[in-house]
């Protein structure tokens, strides 16, 4: 039988007393805003190179998975008195039902369709129509799994305007769903570069499993290669700073498809982008809940 213990914390020591518990038999700890939908509420986020220093908050709510043999107040006393901090009275400590977790966590994740044509498909299931492009991918270590509107809006560039034959990079490849998807539409030569040795470790296995040619390698391992596209879904600030070393790598008359910028920031991600290659018109393709997928071609 398993149990779900919750405790209050302060920003300041909700990292590290999470880890001790960890250290003392909890098998799992979730760290939440404890002022959730109230006006205390506390924002906590940023993008690479701007993550806040402390990942807790103010009123930090600890939720332990614990077996039903942990002595919660024995572990929770030593754990505050290796901080010297006071320590917490427990919230509640309650059974977790017993469930077939794996059964449930599949179950949050269906089949979702990119177009008419075009199926992002998890192994699990069977793919709603054997005539389409099916992509099996299933959620991992690595971003992209075609449901975020970001990825969707790239995806939905591919299918409509990839030609046959044409060369492809994508850029931070996450699980090289982008790469897959050029392959399956007709791409010639496609590649796909990640920061993460996991993500392209996770990219190679699912170009394998959906029987396509792509080439997945760490940034140094990239050649000095120009691309008929380079698609690149990643962030506002890192797209910026990327803008020299995407644009190396576009091919003359080249297309470059960017995503994971939001509506209000298209505009200074193109502005970097023209400054940086006079000869590149950039615009706003589409958009998507709130996110743009932003498209350039260098004249």
């Given at each position: 039988?398993l149990?779900e213990?919750?405790?209050l914390?302060?920003?300041?020591?909700?990292?590290?007393?999470?880890?001790?518990?960890?250290d003392?038999?909890?098998?799992?700890?979730?760290?939440e805003?404890?002022?959730?939908?109230s006006?205390?509420?506390?924002?906590?986020?940023?993008?690479?190179?701007?993550?806040p220093?402390?990942l807790?908050?103010?009123?930090?709510?600890?939720?332990?998975?614990?077996?039903?043999t942990?002595d919660?107040?024995?572990?929770?006393?030593?754990?505050?008195?290796?901080?010297?901090?006071?320590?917490?009275?427990i919230?509640s400590?309650?059974?977790?039902?017993?469930?077939?977790?794996?059964?449930?966590?599949?179950?949050?994740f269906?089949?979702?369709?990119v177009?008419?044509?075009?199926w992002?498909?998890?192994?699990?299931?069977?793919p709603?129509s054997?005539?389409?492009?099916?992509?099996?991918?299933?959620?991992?270590?690595?971003?992209?799994t075609?449901?975020?509107?970001?990825?969707?809006?790239?995806?939905?560039?591919?299918d409509q305007?990839?030609?046959?034959?044409?060369s492809?990079?994508?850029?931070?490849?996450?699980?090289?769903?982008?790469?897959?998807?050029?392959?399956?539409?007709?791409?010639?030569?496609?590649?796909?570069?990640d920061?993460?040795?996991?993500?392209?470790?996770?990219?190679q296995?699912?170009?394998?499993?959906?029987?396509?040619?792509?080439?997945?390698?760490?940034?140094?391992?990239?050649?000095?290669?120009?691309?008929?596209?380079?698609?690149?879904?990643?962030?506002?600030?890192?797209?910026?700073?990327?803008?020299?070393?995407?644009l190396s790598?576009?091919?003359?008359?080249?297309?470059?498809?960017?995503?994971?910028v939001?509506?209000?920031?298209?505009?200074?991600?193109?502005?970097?982008?023209?400054?940086t290659?006079?000869?590149?018109r950039?615009?706003?393709?589409?958009?998507?809940?709130g996110?743009?997928?932003i498209t350039?071609?260098?004249?």
């Open positions: 039988m149990r213990i919750t405790v914390c302060d920003e300041k020591h909700a990292e590290e007393f999470g880890d001790l518990l960890m003392v038999g909890v098998m799992c700890v979730t760290i805003d404890a002022d959730a939908d006006t205390d509420e506390q924002p906590l986020y940023g993008e690479p190179g701007l993550e220093e402390t807790a908050w103010r009123r930090s709510r600890l939720r332990l998975l614990v077996d039903d942990f919660a107040v024995t572990n929770i006393a030593l754990a505050s008195k290796a901080l010297s901090i006071e320590t917490p009275a919230e400590d309650s059974s977790v039902p017993n469930e077939d977790w794996v059964r449930l966590t599949q179950a949050q269906g089949p979702t369709k177009s008419d044509r075009m992002i498909v998890p192994t699990w299931h069977e709603p054997a005539d389409a492009i099916n992509i099996r991918l299933d959620p991992g270590v690595a971003f992209g075609g449901s975020h509107p970001t990825t969707h809006l790239c995806l939905q560039w591919l305007n990839c030609p046959v034959g044409a492809v990079l994508d850029y931070g490849c996450g699980t090289g769903i982008l790469a897959i998807a050029a392959a399956k539409v007709g791409a010639g030569l496609v590649k796909g570069t920061i993460d040795p996991q993500a392209v470790e996770a990219a296995t699912n170009a394998t499993e959906n029987h396509v040619q792509a080439e997945f390698v760490l940034p140094h391992g990239l050649k000095s290669e120009t691309f008929d596209i380079v698609v690149a879904n990643i962030l506002a600030n890192p797209l910026k700073f990327l803008a020299p070393a995407l790598r576009l091919a003359p008359n080249g297309k470059l498809v960017l995503s994971g939001l509506k209000h920031q298209a505009e200074e991600v193109m502005d970097v982008y023209r400054k290659d006079p000869q590149i950039m615009s706003v393709w589409q958009e998507e809940n996110w743009v997928c350039g071609q260098r004249a």
